[in-house]
C-alpha cells in the first residue's frame, strides 16, 4: 500500500504580477508557495533571459533562495514561436540554439526540470515531416540534457502530443532517462482525456504536474472549484502510482489589484483537495 505522501505546491511564474524575478519569488513566498516555476515563453523579453550571462543567472538563483523558495522548473514556450518541427531549416536550427541555452540556464539557475512543448509545430502547418523532425530533435536535446544532469519533460498540449499515453510513445522510442512526462491535468480534461487513466499510463514517468480546474473545451482561468476537474480523484491517483514531485498551480495574471490574494487562495484550496483526498 502507498505511503501517504505531502506534495510542495509551486506557483507558475506568469500567475503572479510582472516584476522583476527577486520580487515575484518574495511574493510566491508570501503567499505559501514552495516552489516556483519560470516561464520562458515566446516573448522577447523571457526569451532575452537565455541570454543573461552566467553571473547574472546565478544572481536569480541566489535571489531564489535568500527569499526561500525553490526553483524547480521553467516551462519552455518559446518553442512555439521556434518550432522544434518546422519545415524552415532556420526555425528549426534557432528551436535547438534556444534549446541548448534552455539547459545552460537551468544548469546556471539551478532549475531541476525543463519542460518542452509536444507540438511539433504551432504556426505552420503540421505533416509527417514536422512530427519526424520534432523527435529527432527531442531526442538530441535529451543527449544535451543527459550530460548536464537537466531533466527535459513533455508537456501534452493542444497539438501533435496531447496526451501521457503519446508522450510515452516517444518517451519510450527515445529511451534516456532525461526525457519524462511534465502533464497538464487541466489540459488532460479539455483535449477530451479522461485525467485518471492518462495519470495512471503515466506511472514512474511523471516529473511533475500542472494543476488547476477545466471543463471539456478550456482551460483557461476557470474560476477554481468551478469547472468538471476532480481535484480529490486526481490527487488520491497521484498516491495510487507513486507520485513524488512538485504540484504546480498553474493560471494566468489579468491585471487583478489582489493578484496576491489569489494566490493565496488557489494554494488554499488545493490544499483543502489535498486534505479531503486523504494525503496530509
Not at 496531447?162 to 532525461?178: K, T
Request: hydrophobic share 45%; proline share 5%.
Amino acid at each position: 500500500m502507498a505511503a501517504k505522501l505531502s506534495f510542495p505546491i509551486g506557483i507558475y511564474e506568469k500567475a503572479l504580477k510582472p516584476q522583476p524575478l527577486p520580487e515575484m519569488f518574495a511574493d510566491a513566498v508570501r503567499a505559501g508557495y514552495d516552489t516556483f516555476e519560470i516561464s520562458l515563453d515566446e516573448s522577447d523579453d523571457r526569451l532575452a533571459r537565455l541570454d543573461w550571462g552566467a553571473a547574472e543567472m546565478r544572481a536569480t538563483r541566489r535571489a531564489a533562495e535568500e527569499s526561500g523558495i525553490r526553483l524547480f522548473s521553467a516551462c519552455f514556450s518559446g518553442h512555439r514561436k521556434y518550432a522544434l518541427g518546422s519545415a524552415d531549416p532556420a526555425i528549426a536550427r534557432r528551436a535547438m540554439d534556444l534549446m541548448r541555452k534552455g539547459l545552460d540556464f537551468c544548469v546556471e539557475t539551478g532549475i531541476r526540470v525543463l519542460q518542452l512543448t509536444g507540438s511539433d509545430v504551432y504556426y505552420e502547418p503540421a505533416s509527417e515531416g514536422t512530427a519526424r523532425r520534432y523527435q529527432e530533435n527531442a531526442a538530441r536535446a535529451a543527449e544535451w540534457a543527459g550530460n548536464l544532469g537537466v531533466m527535459l519533460a513533455i508537456e501534452p498540449v493542444d497539438k501533435h502530443i496531447r496526451s501521457i499515453l503519446q508522450a510515452l510513445e516517444l518517451v519510450r522510442e527515445v529511451n534516456s532517462p532525461w526525457l519524462q512526462v511534465y502533464p497538464d491535468a487541466a489540459n488532460l480534461l479539455a483535449e477530451g482525456f479522461e485525467p485518471l487513466e492518462e495519470l495512471e499510463a503515466g506511472q514512474g514517468h511523471l516529473v511533475g504536474l500542472h494543476i488547476r480546474d477545466a471543463v471539456p473545451g478550456t482551460s483557461y482561468n476557470l474560476p477554481w472549484g468551478s469547472g468538471a476537474l476532480d481535484f480529490e480523484a486526481v490527487l488520491r491517483c497521484l498516491q495510487k502510482i507513486n507520485f513524488h514531485a512538485p504540484l504546480i498551480i498553474e493560471y494566468w495574471f489579468v491585471d487583478e489589484p489582489d493578484y496576491l490574494e489569489r494566490a493565496v487562495r488557489a494554494r488554499e484550496f488545493l490544499v483543502e483537495k489535498i486534505a479531503r483526498a486523504g494525503l496530509e
